[in-house]
Structure formats: structure tokens, C-alpha cells
């Protein structure tokens, strides 16, 4: 059986590495700010360079991961960031959708004061101006339809009336723009937009409400601010932010009636990760995997390369009718046995709890039959002894005449039988001890059926309690299985999309060929995480919905998927901080290990230059030889690169070129719009939305180029780029692999000296810094071809603008016949013209990247192969300054500090903490935190106080993470 790590396990080892990085960011932080106030008081000109690279590797900002939550409207996105976020009001619905398609961004506020900030931030000004002409041209041209909300023109006079309220459709002629927008209250708006703080959310919700919100009960005679809005950014200390995760609600991107697509490809572009919210009765449909997106959104993804940092976030998996779903999920035998085994145990219940309920029936009869009894015996009593005073009075007592069952229930008051003989007083005495001992009896029955009613009452209880238990389980256990099968299906139906992305076009890929897909599906499919949530439960067990019968039944806050989805957002943005966190201690190590080396060099009687060893030439050249060797494998690279996006991307535009000409007529003749929703796109160049959709021509007309050069354009830059990067780290290691046994082999035979350098770790950082500029290249250049691969789309659009604007200025009868005319004429003249100038256009972009990027690489490998020359060349052959006596003492204060740094390292007792300096000297028994302690043990040093100082300058560019005092 194949042996699992247990999680439990998994997570403390994931917890123990986080804490010894931070340990060694601390100590690599505080060293190399130590050094950074030693160094400038040489006076000898050798320090320049060691404050440059000190200053470099201290000037890093936070991480931030920025994670875009996308979905249709009504999919739950407000929701469950408020469950992420540990709030209830913070975000809702109807306050943070805009009209105006603004984005809500949501991260940590790291300043002091209220714990709840927010920032609205206004749309440019130029573009407010333009909109409202083309608002005023909307409105002017079909002002008959102006006082309908769901024509353009009622559209755009509503957000003039929202934001000048003093207009009207009768004076909309006398209003100038300019005018409009010098206005005080909007020009100030627009020039600053609004901060608020508050103290707790609900307070923030309030403030920004009134100005984000469009509300149509809204007080006519107000200024609104919904239309002006272009962002609002919201800062809380939520601890899911505290990592640097960064929450973007993105307007819709699949619903097509409020679909804010331009918005959104423009923030999907620059998130690291999207997570595709739909609620689970619409993603567990058939193939939701490939359609929540919508193929345009889709494409764009597939050919900006994060298709594999997608999340689909399934929602309200509360909602869920049981009856409907659960012949479904009763095909999988698993499911079936749990839920039979559920179902069995609750009619059980429900059997005895029903046997229960007819014991406790028989019993309340019997109970109330005794009662009565009791009643009618005390009844009678009272009549026997009314009967005894007037017999011991003298009088007759006349026995009770019989009285029928109604009387008794009534309670009629007994008649007297004086046909019968008076009763002795001995007989009423003897009745009357007969009705006492009859009372005793049947209270002491009535207790005992008491006891046992209660008994009954209780079990009866907790019956139809295990009877809820056993429903909110299976309840429970039909979401269970459905949030699995939905799973299954979303993964499955993802990779079904990615293998026809991969597809497309293959017929007449020039230069693809039968070659691999971009991704490999399956482990893509495996990878892909889908998380099930439900943030009406959270919030039901959270105490956010008190006062609310809400029917949800998760047994505890884990079972909403919300923890979970938490987690997932934690965990992204740890993960890149770590990476970031390693970055810098390799970067720091490096840097004191030639530090140190610099040290030994400067003794002037260390280094391989001895005695012994005469043939310094010889080992410099064979230091050359490997940087020379590296710098082939870099250029080599490169060009490979190169080659890759010339051959496989750049000469397959031409066919792009052919496709969009040859179908940029007949997509054209597809545009039947009605008059009005055409003239309002072609005022916009092209792009517009309303109630009916989102209309973006330009897209349409360049797509068929994108298609035709997609399947290269993905697998290229989304592939063999990176691979080609792989290679090269191979190729780094194993010129290392040669060198490094060799160079230290000649090193351990001929050093003197206790003073040691681990140098096999140096190299190895060496080359981990190589690859980190390939990886970073790699990176620019994903980066910059997302640009590239949007440029068809805008060049379409500066091509066709003159005719747009043509079509605009069309007016009366046959205006949309003659607007397509104008399209048509200007498509059937210039269609090859503007794919060619598309064509051109992108060979140049990425030649010059590819240029840009090179030189960018060749500049930094210079650098980083030029200090780890002259590092070899510290051990190789010593070059003593002239140091003045001052010069030593810092020197060797210098050295103290690596010492101490590297005896923090190794306290920590970790797999990286000798991969550093190794002192053979260095006191074991030393017992010093990280370097400052270092100063505070040598007061003589002066160095306490400008660490302290210096770090109190320099908290702005440090992390909150680099706790220095």
C-alpha cells in the first residue's frame, strides 16, 4: 500500500519552514542594515559597490497577489467576499454596483487609525467629458424615448439627471459641457475624489453608500456620484489580507445583460489569479466548465497563459431540491450506501419515536382518566361530608341521587333522594374512609403516570430531534454529493474546453504540426480547484442572519466551503510571499558571502595565492572559461527565444491576416441592430452595452486573426518559452556540476586558513541568481504579450474610427442602411490594409521586446558574472589595500557582524542554514540573537544607534514582516 504523509504532518512542517524563513529574513535584514551604516566610514573609495547592491536588496516592496472574482450578477460574489472577510455589510450588492462598471478592490490597511478606510476613485476627466457628449448626443437624437429607462437615450439622461439634477429634457439644448464640468461640486470630485474611515464596517457601508449607489428613489434634487465612479478601493484588516491578498469584484463577464466585459479583460490582465464565481445550479449544468466564461473571455485567458490560475468558486450551494437531485447522485454507489444508511437510521428512529408517540397517547388517557376519577371522588367527598354536619347537627342526610356522566363533567351540583332512608352517621363515616382511601390511590397512580408522561414527553422529543438530525444529514449529504459531482463535471468539462482551444485552427497551423498542447489536460484538470460555498450558511452559523428562518443545515462553519476558499486565498498569496522571502535571503547570503570574501582578500596573507600555489593565470582563465561558458548558454537561450516567436508566432501572422480580411465583410453583415443601439455603438468607436448586451465590433472584426494565430501564439508563449528557460537552468547546473568539483577541489588542497567560505553554497546561489534573471525575463515577456495579443482589437478601432464617426452623423430616414454602407465600402477598400498594419505592427512590438528583454538579461548577468569573478579572484589572489588603521577596525567590525550573522543561522538549526558562511571559528557556545545583538554586546562600535536610526527611516520600504526591534 502506497504510504501518504499525514496532513496534520504536512501542515506543521508547512508552518515550521514559514517561520524559519522569517527568522532568516530577520537575521538577513538586520546584518546587511548593520553593514549598511559600517560601510560608508571608510575612507578608502572600495565601498561603493557593497552600498549599491545592499541598498538594492533592501529597497522590496510587500507582495501582493491579486486575485480578480468574476461572475454574472446575482452570482454571490458581494456575498462571499463579505464571509471572506469576516463581515456581514461591509460589501453588498446594491451599493457596490455602479452603473458606471466600477471595480471594488478590498486590501489590508496598513495605516494607523480606524480599522475600515475606503477610497472612491473618479473617472478621468476627459473621460467623463466624452461621455457626457456622447450622452448629450444619445439624448438629442431619440429624445422622444428619453423618459425610457431602457432606451439609450434614457439611459444616458439618467446619469446626466443623477449627476446634474437641476437638468431637464427642456433646457438639455441650452447646457454647455464645459459648463458641466467645471461645476464646483463635480470638477472637485473628479480632481480628488472622496476618503472615508469609519470605525466599524456597517459605518463604512453607510458613508459610501449615498455616493456609489444608484438608487432610483434617490431625492431628485441631489447630486448623485454612481456615474463619476471609476474604482473603489476598501481597506480593512481582515486577516485573510493580511499576506498581501488582494480582492478585485469585477463587474460581469458572462451575462451578457450586465456584462461589463472591457472592464473586466482589463483587470484580468494584471490579476495573478481569477476566481469564476456562478451560482452551483448553473456551473453544475452541462459542460460549466468551458461556458461560465464565455468564449471571448475564454480565448483571452488561453492567450494571456493563466488559464492555470483560475478558480471556480460553485456558489449557494444551499439552494438545492432534493427530490430533483437525488436520483442523480444515488447512481454513484457510494452515495447511495451512505444516503440508504442515513434513511434507514432515520425511519428507525422515526418507527420508535412513532411507538413512542402511541405509548404516550395510552398514557395521557389513562392519566385523564384518573384525574376525572380523582375529580369525581373529591367531588363526592365534599357531598358526604356536607351529609355528616347535618347528620351531626340532628338533621337527615338524605343519600345523593345518581348523576349521569354529563352531569359529572358539568360539575351539577348532586340532588338529595329523600325517598330514601336518611344515612346513619356510621355509614357516612365508613363512605367517607372509602372516598379517602380512593383518592390516595389514584393520586399516588396519577404521580406515577406523571413520571412516566415526562418520560414518554422527553423520548418523544429527542426522537423527533434525531428525526431533524437524520434530515439536516442526509440534507447535508445530498449537498455533499452534489458539490463532488459538480466538481468532477466543472474539471472535466474545463479540459474539454482547453482540448478545443487547442484545436482550433489546427488544420491550417503553418508551423504548429501535430505537436503538444499547451497544457497538459490532465493534470490540469487535477490541479484545477474548485471550491463549493455556501455564504448564507456562513453567515446563518456566524450569528449574521439572526431573527431570519433561513433552511440551511451545514453541521459547522467548515461545511460552507468558506474556510476553505480562505485558505485557498491565504495560501496564494503565502506561497508568493515565501518565494519572495527566499528571493532575498539568497540574494542577502550571497551578498555577505562576498562580503566576506572581500574580507579575506583584504587581509592580504589568505587566499589560494600562497606559497604553494604559484599558477594564478592558469585559474583565472579557468574562472573566465566558466562565466564565458554561462554567457553561451544565456545567449544561446535567447536566441532560442527569439527564433521560437519569429518562426512560430511572428511569420504566422500573414495567415491571420488572410483569415480577418476574408472575414471582416461577412462578419460585418451580421450587425442587424436596431438604428438607435448602432448609432450608439458607432459614437463610441465601436464599444457599447445596454439592456440587450455588450457590443464591441472592433473585437468581432479582429478575432478571426487572433483564431487563426492562436493555437502558435498560446503554445509558444505559454510553453516553449518557459521550457527553453528549464533548459537553461539544466545547462547552468551542469557547468556548475564541472566546475564547482573542480574549483573546489583546487581550493580544499591548497587553503591555510580557518577562515573558510562555503563556496559550493555561493555557487549554487550564484546560479539560482542566473536562473532568477531567465525566470524574470520569461516573466517580462508573458507580461508584454498580453499587451501585444489585445493590439489587434485597438488598432482595428483607430482604423475604423474616421468611418464610425461618419456613421454617426447619418440622421433620417434609411440612416441604417447607409451606416452599414459606410462600413461595408470602408472594409471591401481597407480590410488587407488594416490586418497588414496589424501584422506589422506586432512584428515590430515583439521584435523590440525580444531586444529590450535580451539586453535587459545580457546587462544583468554581467553584473551578477562580474562579482562572482571578482569573488573567485578574492580567493585566487588576494589584493591588499592600504587600509589606515580606522579602515581595519571597521573591517574587523565587519567581520564580527558576518560572524554573528552566520552563528543566527546556524542556531536556527535548518536545512539553509549552512548554506551560507561557514566559520570554523565561530563560537558554538555563543548564545547572540541576530546581528543586532552583535551591537549591543559592542558598544564601542557605535553601530546600535545608526541601525536604529537607519531603520527608522527606512520602515516605509521595509515589510511589517522584518520585525526590527
Given at each position: 500500500m502506497e504510504a501518504h504523509a499525514s496532513p496534520t504532518a504536512s501542515v506543521d512542517d508547512s508552518e515550521q519552514r514559514k517561520a524559519l524563513i522569517l527568522q532568516e529574513v530577520k537575521i538577513c535584514s538586520v546584518a546587511l542594515r548593520a553593514l549598511r551604516t559600517l560601510l560608508p566610514r571608510?575612507?578608502?573609495?572600495?565601498?561603493?559597490?557593497?552600498?549599491?547592491?545592499?541598498?538594492?536588496?533592501?529597497?522590496?516592496?510587500?507582495?501582493?497577489?491579486?486575485?480578480?472574482?468574476?461572475?454574472?450578477?446575482?452570482?454571490?460574489?458581494?456575498?462571499?467576499?463579505?464571509?471572506?472577510?469576516?463581515?456581514?455589510?461591509?460589501?453588498?450588492?446594491?451599493?457596490?454596483?455602479?452603473?458606471?462598471?466600477?471595480?471594488?478592490?478590498?486590501?489590508?490597511?496598513?495605516?494607523?487609525?480606524?480599522?475600515?478606510?475606503?477610497?472612491?476613485?473618479?473617472?478621468?476627466?476627459?473621460?467623463?467629458?466624452?461621455?457626457?457628449?456622447?450622452?448629450?448626443?444619445?439624448?438629442?437624437?431619440?429624445?422622444?424615448?428619453?423618459?425610457?429607462?431602457?432606451?439609450?437615450?434614457?439611459?444616458?439622461?439618467?446619469?446626466?439627471?443623477?449627476?446634474?439634477?437641476?437638468?431637464?429634457?427642456?433646457?438639455?439644448?441650452?447646457?454647455?459641457?464645459?459648463?458641466?464640468?467645471?461645476?464646483?461640486?463635480?470638477?472637485?470630485?473628479?480632481?480628488?475624489?472622496?476618503?472615508?474611515?469609519?470605525?466599524?464596517?456597517?459605518?463604512?457601508h453607510q458613508k459610501i453608500e449615498g455616493y456609489i449607489g444608484s438608487n432610483k428613489t434617490h431625492n431628485n434634487d441631489v447630486m448623485q456620484y454612481w456615474p463619476l465612479v471609476s474604482k473603489v478601493c476598501i481597506y480593512t484588516r481582515a486577516p485573510v489580507l493580511a499576506t498581501g491578498c488582494v480582492l478585485i469584484d469585477l463587474p460581469g463577464i458572462a451575462d451578457s445583460n450586465v456584462a461589463r466585459v472591457a472592464v473586466a479583460r482589463t483587470h484580468l490582465e494584471h490579476s495573478e489569479a481569477v476566481w469564476v464565481v456562478a451560482p452551483i445550479i448553473r456551473a453544475a449544468s452541462s459542460q460549466s466548465g468551458k461556458k461560465l466564461l464565455g468564449d471571448g473571455i475564454r480565448r483571452q485567458l488561453h492567450r494571456d497563459g493563466i488559464m492555470n490560475r483560475l478558480t471556480f468558486v460553485p456558489s449557494k450551494i444551499d439552494e438545492i431540491d432534493i427530490k430533483e437531485i437525488l436520483p442523480v447522485l444515488e447512481q454513484d454507489p457510494d452515495f447511495a450506501r451512505e444516503y440508504a444508511s442515513i434513511e434507514s437510521a432515520r425511519k428507525e428512529v422515526m418507527e420508535t419515536t412513532a411507538a413512542v408517540c402511541n405509548n404516550l397517547r395510552d398514557l395521557k388517557q389513562r392519566f385523564d382518566d384518573m384525574t376525572d376519577q380523582a375529580k369525581e371522588a373529591h367531588s363526592e367527598q365534599k357531598v358526604y361530608k356536607a351529609l355528616k354536619k347535618l347528620n351531626e347537627s340532628g338533621k337527615p342526610a338524605y343519600p345523593p341521587m345518581a348523576q349521569n356522566h354529563r352531569a359529572k363533567r358539568q360539575r351539577v351540583a348532586p340532588i338529595l333522594d329523600v325517598s330514601q332512608p336518611p344515612l346513619a352517621g356510621a355509614d357516612i363515616r365508613q363512605k367517607l374512609d372509602e372516598l379517602d382511601e380512593l383518592r390516595?390511590?389514584?393520586?399516588?397512580?396519577?404521580?406515577?403516570?406523571?413520571?412516566?408522561?415526562?418520560?414518554?414527553?422527553?423520548?418523544?422529543?429527542?426522537?423527533?430531534?434525531?428525526?431533524?438530525?437524520?434530515?439536516?444529514?442526509?440534507?447535508?449529504a445530498c449537498v455533499r454529493g452534489r458539490n463532488e459531482q459538480s466538481i468532477k463535471d466543472i474539471q472535466r468539462d474545463f479540459v474539454q474546453g482547453i482540448r478545443e482551444l487547442n484545436k482550433d485552427n489546427s488544420?491550417?497551423?503553418?508551423?504548429?504540426?501535430?505537436?503538444?498542447?499547451?497544457?497538459?489536460?490532465?493534470?490540469?484538470?487535477?490541479?484545477?480547484?474548485?471550491?463549493?460555498?455556501?455564504?448564507?450558511?456562513?453567515?446563518?452559523?456566524?450569528?449574521?442572519?439572526?431573527?431570519?428562518?433561513?433552511?440551511?443545515?451545514?453541521?459547522?462553519?467548515?461545511?460552507?466551503?468558506?474556510?476553505?476558499?480562505?485558505?485557498?486565498?491565504?495560501?496564494?498569496?503565502e506561497d508568493k510571499m515565501l518565494a519572495a522571502?527566499?528571493?532575498?535571503?539568497?540574494?542577502?547570503?550571497?551578498?555577505?558571502?562576498?562580503?566576506?570574501?572581500?574580507?579575506?582578500?583584504?587581509?592580504?596573507?589568505?587566499?589560494?595565492?600562497i606559497a604553494a600555489f604559484v599558477d594564478e593565470p592558469k585559474y583565472r582563465k579557468f574562472v573566465d572559461n566558466f562565466i564565458k561558458r554561462l554567457f553561451e548558454i544565456t545567449k544561446t537561450t535567447m536566441s532560442n527565444i527569439s527564433n521560437q516567436i519569429r518562426?512560430?508566432?511572428?511569420?504566422?501572422?500573414?495567415?491571420?491576416?488572410?483569415?480577418?480580411?476574408?472575414?471582416?465583410?461577412?462578419?460585418?453583415?451580421?450587425?442587424?441592430?436596431?438604428?438607435?443601439?448602432?448609432?450608439?455603438?458607432?459614437?463610441?468607436?465601436?464599444?457599447?452595452?445596454?439592456?440587450?448586451?455588450?457590443?464591441?465590433?472592433?473585437?468581432e472584426l479582429s478575432e478571426p486573426f487572433m483564431q487563426k494565430i492562436d493555437k502558435n501564439w498560446a503554445r509558444t508563449f505559454n510553453h516553449a518559452i518557459s521550457r527553453s528557460a528549464v533548459a537553461a537552468a539544466e545547462d547552468f547546473y551542469a557547468a556548475v556540476a564541472s566546475f564547482g568539483a573542480d574549483f573546489t577541489k583546487i581550493f580544499s588542497e591548497t587553503a591555510a586558513t580557518t577562515d573558510q567560505v562555503d563556496f559550493e553554497a555561493h555557487l549554487d546561489r550564484f546560479i539560482k541568481s542566473l536562473d532568477g534573471i531567465l525566470r524574470t525575463a520569461i516573466q517580462t515577456i508573458a507580461e508584454e504579450q498580453r499587451a501585444a495579443n489585445r493590439l489587434p482589437e485597438t488598432l482595428v478601432r483607430s482604423n475604423m474610427e474616421d468611418t464610425y464617426q461618419t456613421c454617426s452623423l447619418e440622421s433620417g430616414k434609411g440612416m441604417l442602411d447607409r451606416m452599414r454602407l459606410h462600413i461595408r465600402r470602408h472594409l471591401e477598400k481597407d480590410k488587407v490594409t488594416i490586418f497588414r498594419e496589424i501584422e506589422n505592427r506586432l512584428d515590430t512590438d515583439l521584435s523590440n521586446m525580444m531586444k529590450r528583454v535580451k539586453n535587459t538579461v545580457l546587462k544583468q548577468m554581467s553584473l551578477s558574472c562580474t562579482q562572482f569573478r571578482r569573488d573567485c579572484g578574492h580567493l585566487i589572489s588576494p589584493r591588499r589595500h592600504d587600509f589606515t588603521n580606522g579602515d581595519q577596525e571597521i573591517r574587523q567590525e565587519i567581520v564580527r557582524v558576518l560572524k554573528e550573522a552566520q552563528t543566527s543561522f546556524d542556531s536556527l538549526s535548518t536545512p539553509t542554514a549552512h548554506d551560507g558562511l561557514v566559520l570554523t571559528n565561530a563560537d558554538p557556545d555563543a548564545t547572540l540573537g541576530p546581528c543586532l545583538e552583535l551591537v549591543l554586546a559592542n558598544p564601542r562600535s557605535g553601530v546600535m544607534e545608526e541601525v536604529v536610526e537607519e531603520e527608522g527611516e527606512n520602515d516605509s520600504e521595509c515589510s511589517d514582516r522584518f520585525d526590527l526591534t
Open positions: 571608510f575612507t578608502a573609495d572600495v565601498t561603493g559597490p557593497w552600498l549599491q547592491r545592499i541598498d538594492t536588496i533592501l529597497t522590496r516592496k510587500p507582495t501582493r497577489m491579486t486575485i480578480a472574482v468574476a461572475g454574472e450578477t446575482g452570482a454571490g460574489k458581494s456575498s462571499i467576499i463579505n464571509a471572506l472577510l469576516g463581515e456581514t455589510s461591509l460589501i453588498t450588492t446594491s451599493s457596490m454596483r455602479a452603473c458606471t462598471a466600477a471595480v471594488t478592490q478590498i486590501s489590508w490597511n496598513d495605516e494607523e487609525g480606524q480599522p475600515y478606510r475606503a477610497s472612491i476613485v473618479p473617472r478621468p476627466v476627459g473621460e467623463w467629458r466624452r461621455e457626457l457628449e456622447l450622452f448629450f448626443t444619445d439624448v438629442r437624437v431619440a429624445r422622444e424615448t428619453a423618459d425610457d429607462d431602457e432606451s439609450e437615450a434614457g439611459v444616458a439622461f439618467q446619469q446626466i439627471a443623477a449627476v446634474y439634477p437641476q437638468i431637464d429634457l427642456e433646457n438639455l439644448g441650452m447646457i454647455n459641457v464645459d459648463t458641466l464640468i467645471e461645476e464646483p461640486e463635480v470638477s472637485q470630485f473628479l480632481t480628488s475624489g472622496l476618503q472615508f474611515e469609519a470605525e466599524t464596517a456597517e459605518e463604512l390516595d390511590r389514584l393520586d399516588d397512580e396519577c404521580q406515577k403516570l406523571a413520571i412516566k408522561l415526562d418520560e414518554a414527553w422527553q423520548e418523544k422529543k429527542d426522537g423527533e430531534q434525531k428525526i431533524k438530525a437524520y434530515r439536516e444529514e442526509a440534507w447535508f488544420q491550417d497551423d503553418k508551423h504548429g504540426g501535430p505537436t503538444e498542447d499547451v497544457y497538459d489536460e490532465q493534470a490540469l484538470a487535477r490541479m484545477l480547484p474548485v471550491k463549493c460555498v455556501s455564504a448564507r450558511g456562513y453567515k446563518k452559523l456566524t450569528g449574521g442572519m439572526q431573527g431570519q428562518r433561513v433552511a440551511v443545515h451545514f453541521p459547522n462553519i467548515a461545511a460552507t466551503g468558506i474556510t476553505a476558499l480562505r485558505d485557498h486565498a491565504c495560501q496564494l498569496a522571502d527566499e528571493a532575498f535571503i539568497d540574494e542577502a547570503k550571497r551578498l555577505l558571502t562576498s562580503l566576506r570574501l572581500w574580507c579575506i582578500g583584504n587581509d592580504g596573507t589568505r587566499g589560494l595565492a518562426t512560430k508566432v511572428i511569420d504566422n501572422l500573414p495567415c491571420g491576416v488572410l483569415s480577418g480580411s476574408e472575414k471582416a465583410i461577412p462578419t460585418s453583415s451580421k450587425w442587424t441592430f436596431h438604428w438607435k443601439t448602432f448609432q450608439a455603438i458607432v459614437r463610441r468607436d465601436g464599444v457599447y452595452e445596454n439592456k440587450q448586451g455588450a457590443f464591441n465590433l472592433n473585437e
